[in-house]
């Protein structure tokens, strides 16, 4: 495949494609990256962003698809052209099917010869005129599952156990529904109402949230609004303003992020907080801190400070230092942001989980040394694996039996969730990502 760049979405969407499958880097990284590279610009940014996220969701259901018209194995990118080419036909209605076609065997002919571009044409045209295989041909109900909502067996058959299939199955179908672009809207400088008149006054679709700072913005980019660069809100999804809120935060405390860049949930506990008190933000990489401060300095809170150190070592720079709140918002397997990062079902082993969850303990340890007596620790995730969330949680409490579960805020029990020993496991839904968070306070 030529490294040449043709410079249209859907050439910069098959270079992405391509480094996912190479370099098993995340494609939200990856795009923007391409974006500027392949000199993208206005609405070609939303059809390649559609292209790689959507090819990415149904690869197991386009292979599947594709399997009765190929004959022989593929170079990987004559593979990634046709499953591209097949997402759009099967699941897009805005693009004709012959100028799907023509685009593919164009990308194909540019970056092979007029043999690789004859077979393209000839799968997808014998694609057009039998139509795609029935799923009704897979007996086993897994196997199906797993093919028609493209999530490796292995994750399917963890998530039955914890959750039963039904609810597996509305999982598995959600992390395939594009999310929703939701922003926090910064109370310190700007009312809700005012934020609303202000966003649709520059032509964004709005709807309230769950959370009382919670909006729903539809139509442009949120970040192209006037009211993101003078801080008047952020971008950041409705289920992870959660874990501030289980804080129960009371102005003027001392509050420790102990795994805290690039800062959504820093600056969240400093809006609750009225920019009063203080907050420590740490992280293990020290390059990620400047996302921190940028954040901060964007949306107007003067009362944190950084350091980069590992959380599991925390003591060691902090001095033995009591905090009135710690946030543990730990590195996860990410199981319930799937659908941002579609890539993430094929990259993950079942072994992830346990060795994350030892991290976490470890973490959790670390942050009960530093909690003040009477103080508030909140373990969050954004997975929805009961490894690294219930199942840590209760092997930390019989560890230390001074800490006792707290309630959670009404809210929480307004959204959908999974069993769980203790804490509270939400599953992915319309508005939100999957998540799991608990409060345990210390006697």
């Not at 910064?186 to 709807?207: H, P």
């Not at 400070?305 to 070592?313: E, G, I, L, P, Y």
Request: a negative charge; aromatic letters at 8%.
């Amino acid at each position: 495949m030529k490294r040449k760049q043709l410079g249209n979405p859907r050439d910069a969407a098959l270079f992405v494609l391509m480094d996912v499958d190479k370099n098993q880097a995340y494609s939200n990284l990856l795009l923007t990256k391409h974006m500027n590279q392949h000199k993208i610009a206005g609405i070609d940014k939303g059809l390649m962003t559609e292209l790689t996220y959507g090819t990415l969701q149904h690869k197991m259901t386009l292979d599947f698809f594709l399997a009765p018209f190929i004959k022989g194995k593929l170079e990987n990118w004559v593979q990634w052209v046709l499953r591209m080419a097949v997402y759009q036909i099967h699941y897009l209605d805005r693009i004709p099917n012959h100028a799907v076609v023509n685009e593919a065997v164009q990308l194909a002919k540019y970056h092979g010869h007029k043999g690789v571009s004859g077979l393209v044409n000839g799968v997808l045209r014998a694609f057009l005129r039998e139509g795609a295989p029935s799923f009704d041909s897979i007996k086993d109900p897994l196997e199906r599952l797993s093919i028609e909502t493209s999530h490796p067996e292995w994750m399917l058959e963890n998530w039955i156990q914890a959750f039963g299939f039904e609810k597996t199955e509305q999982i598995a179908r959600q992390n395939n529904v594009a999310p929703p672009q939701t922003i926090r809207v910064n109370t310190m400088k700007i009312s809700i109402d005012d934020a609303i008149q202000a966003l649709e006054s520059e032509g964004f679709t709005v709807r309230k949230g769950i959370l009382p700072e919670s909006l729903h913005v539809a139509g442009k980019t949120a970040a192209t609004s006037a009211l993101f660069a003078s801080g008047q809100f952020t971008i950041q999804d409705e289920s992870s303003m959660m874990p501030a809120h289980a804080l129960q935060l009371e102005k003027g405390m001392s509050v420790l992020d102990m795994c805290a860049a690039p800062g959504g949930k820093t600056t969240h506990i400093a809006q609750l907080l009225a920019n009063t008190g203080h907050i420590t933000a740490l992280d293990l990489h020290e390059n990620k801190l400047k996302y921190i401060h940028e954040n901060a300095e964007r949306l107007g809170f003067t009362h944190i400070s950084t350091v980069a150190a590992d959380a599991r070592q925390a003591q060691e720079v902090l001095e033995q230092k009591q905090f009135d709140r710690i946030l543990v918002d730990a590195p996860c397997s990410g199981y319930g942001v799937i659908r941002r990062k579609p890539d993430m079902k094929y990259a993950k082993k079942p072994q992830d989980a346990e060795r994350l969850a030892t991290i976490q303990l470890a973490i959790l340890n670390e942050a009960y040394s530093l909690l003040s007596p009477g103080g508030i620790l909140v373990y969050s995730t954004c997975t929805i694996e009961p490894t690294e969330n219930d199942e840590v949680i209760d092997a930390f409490l019989q560890l230390h039996q001074d800490m006792q579960e707290l309630s959670l805020p009404d809210v929480f029990t307004a959204l959908p969730h999974g069993a769980a020993k203790v804490g509270h496991q939400v599953l992915p839904y319309p508005d939100g990502d999957g998540f799991y968070v608990v409060a345990l306070q210390k006697a």
